[in-house]
């Protein structure tokens, strides 16, 4: 895929999906590891997506 813009969608929706159920739909604290670790997955979830080593 060459389109930045849905490339940029889809990573933002990696990292708010899984937050939006860790947080309860923002009614529960998620700790900064868990934040680190929805990311971390996110990004490497991404590159492997779009074959970037």
């Given at each position: 895929?060459?389109d930045p813009a849905t490339a ?19 009614t529960r604290k998620v700790s ?22």
């Amino acid at each position: 895929m060459s389109d930045p813009a849905t490339a940029a969608e889809q990573f933002l929706v990696l990292i708010t999906g899984p937050m939006e159920g860790r947080t309860r739909l923002g009614t529960r604290k998620v700790s900064t590891a868990e934040m680190r670790t929805v990311a971390a997955t996110a990004v490497d979830t991404f590159l492997r997506a779009y074959e970037i080593p």
